[in-house]
């Protein structure tokens, strides 16, 4: 069970990526060189670090974030939000110029496709010494592939440094230096993601192969849920929850955030699975990124009215 109020919260620390989204929904997606008419136009904060962060602080996790918006209106109202949804945003930067923007086209399906501008979080190449001390003073450390590698490796050996656990979710997906696989215990890609780093289509397949590069690997897999493997341990898969998806835009950040959350409980990690996958499930039924996140109270009272149902359903169904 994820834990009762009162209990000690985790504390974690997201290094990464902090952008405004430009959201633009369509009926059917452009091919290229074709022009469509929108359906609505919204902003909305997001990137995968601050995305992340406020999956965890909402989950119920202590979230600190490290990054760096810009001195524009957007950098401004990045930080009112993370500061709004709980994030401590002591370690977010204020750089010259302009904050990290995404463009985003959200189909009728939900589905969409997106295009980043990093802007400030190109800044984010190192770690200050009060950033080192708040990863020493968490948990877990949450990366991803969203800022310059350089310092997404200075964050991962310092948590290695101090005993904190690293989760990296590889995406944008890129080839990963020995240097940061050496420093991360939990890797969280998407089936696509995994494919790309291993050659590998099967999930586990390609999850033997992560295996020899890390500890323990999550590969989410979407609406047919997550696989876990650890090394020495056989797999375990957890199906996700059936709803209809209005927006899949950071599904898989709140799964991160969730999971880093529950995990750091103390909870079993095919429990922390199916709290993450009731989190992913509650966003994607609502538009947007960080405004779509789902509390803790949410999550909660989703997952016992989904275990009601299933329970009846076997009751009414049983000879």
């Not at 109202?77 to 709004?84: G, S, W």
């Amino acid at each position: 069970m994820v834990r009762e109020s009162g209990d000690r919260r985790p504390v974690l620390t997201v290094f990464g990526s902090a952008n405004m989204d430009l959201v633009a929904t369509v009926p059917t997606a452009p091919a290229l060189g074709e022009t469509v008419t929108g359906t609505a136009f919204r902003t909305v904060p997001g990137g995968k670090g601050a995305n992340q962060a406020v999956a965890a602080a909402r989950a119920g996790g202590v979230t600190h974030m490290i990054g760096a918006v810009g001195d524009d209106e957007f950098g401004a109202e990045m930080r009112a939000a993370l500061d709004a949804s709980g994030v401590g945003t002591g370690g977010l930067r204020t750089a010259e110029g302009a904050s990290g923007i995404a463009h985003i086209t959200v189909d009728g399906k939900g589905a969409n496709s997106i295009i980043v501008v990093p802007g400030a979080n190109a800044t984010v190449t190192g770690l200050a010494p009060e950033d080192e001390r708040r990863i020493a003073d968490s948990d877990a450390l949450l990366l991803q592939l969203e800022t310059p590698m350089e310092g997404v490796i200075a964050a991962a050996r310092a948590a290695r440094a101090h005993g904190t656990r690293t989760v990296l979710t590889p995406a944008p997906t890129q080839p990963l230096p020995p240097e940061l696989l050496d420093a991360v215990d939990l890797l969280v890609p998407n089936e696509h993601e995994a494919a790309d780093l291993t050659g590998e289509r099967d999930p586990h397949a390609a999850a033997r192969a992560l295996l020899a590069l890390v500890p323990e690997v999550v590969i989410t897999l979407g609406a047919r849920g997550s696989l876990y493997a650890a090394r020495g341990a056989e797999p375990v898969t957890v199906p996700a929850y059936e709803v209809e998806a209005v927006d899949t835009t950071a599904a898989g950040d709140t799964f991160v955030g969730a999971l880093c959350t529950a995990y750091g409980e103390g909870v079993a990690m095919p429990e922390a699975l199916a709290w993450a996958s009731a989190a992913s499930a509650l966003a994607v039924r609502r538009p947007g990124a960080s405004s779509s996140m789902p509390t803790r109270t949410e999550i909660t009272a989703f997952r016992q009215r989904t275990t009601t149902q299933r329970t009846t359903t076997q009751r009414t169904s049983a000879p």
